[in-house]
């Protein structure tokens, strides 16, 4: 895992990092959204994939960092793979969250809205401490990339309860899931 000295420079901590290095990977952790805890028992090293731990995410998420800009950027960016059935929790971004869809079909919902279904090439804003949940379809797997930001004040994520099997399946009749954009291209599936 690479985490932000103080002056901004980039180190690796293999292992268990020294404790003066706690605060900064406690900050690398934020930016992965699995905070430091679960860093630790994913076993989190330097461009491993991370796996997305239960207390926030149902089923099975995958995660690998793509960037951690050094302060005073607070950008950072990951590119997330959900399997089919897997989502987040609900939570919500203090400073919002852009996530563009690369591959698969997803879902998505803001809190008091509809279940969305989110497709490769889609880009979605949620704004600052909007409560939403995001993941895969049903029998789809999803991957995304998502952009963050966190600072000293701001947390990068927040997070809430599970989305119950029953909010999850409250798929609007229509949404085409499981339709892929290809399915002509390939023959019968
Ligand atoms: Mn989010």
New binding site residues.
Partial sequence: MRVPLADGTLVATPGMPDVDLIPSLLDASDVLGTGWFAAVAAEVEPGKTVKGPADWFTGDVYIDAVAAAPAPSRMSANLVHFMPGAR?HW???PLS?T?FVTEGVGLCQRRGGPIEVIRPGDRVL?EADEE???GAASDRLMVHL?INEGDADHDV?HWLEPVTDEEYGAVPAGSCIGTAHTAHLVGEL
Avoid: C, E, L
């Fill in positions: 987040t939570h919500r971004h969250q996530v949620f939403h949940w995001h998502a994520v």
